[in-house]
């Protein structure tokens, strides 16, 4: 039986206070050049969990779900 949801656990700090300084020099970094907020959550998610794309339209799903 095939399923139609697919479900997907991650693991990303909570609030500022949970950021090791890595985290936030790379947060501050994409911040300062500019990037809108949806792309700066999209891309702290991808490097925090070591998520990547190989493909698919998983990063379609992902922006979307930002974007909204």
Same mark, same amino acid.
Do not use: A
């Given at each position: 039986m095939q399923q139609d949801n697919?479900?997907?656990n991650l693991t990303v700090p909570k609030g500022?206070?949970?950021l090791d300084d890595y985290q936030l020099r790379y947060l !501050?970094?994409?911040l300062a050049q500019g990037f809108p907020s949806p792309q700066v959550k999209t891309y702290c998610l991808f490097r925090w969990t070591g998520?990547?794309?190989s493909k698919?339209?998983?990063f379609d799903v992902i922006l979307a779900? !930002?974007?909204a």
């Open positions: 697919l479900t997907i500022w206070d949970k !501050f970094g994409l998520m990547n794309i698919g339209r998983l779900w !930002f974007y």
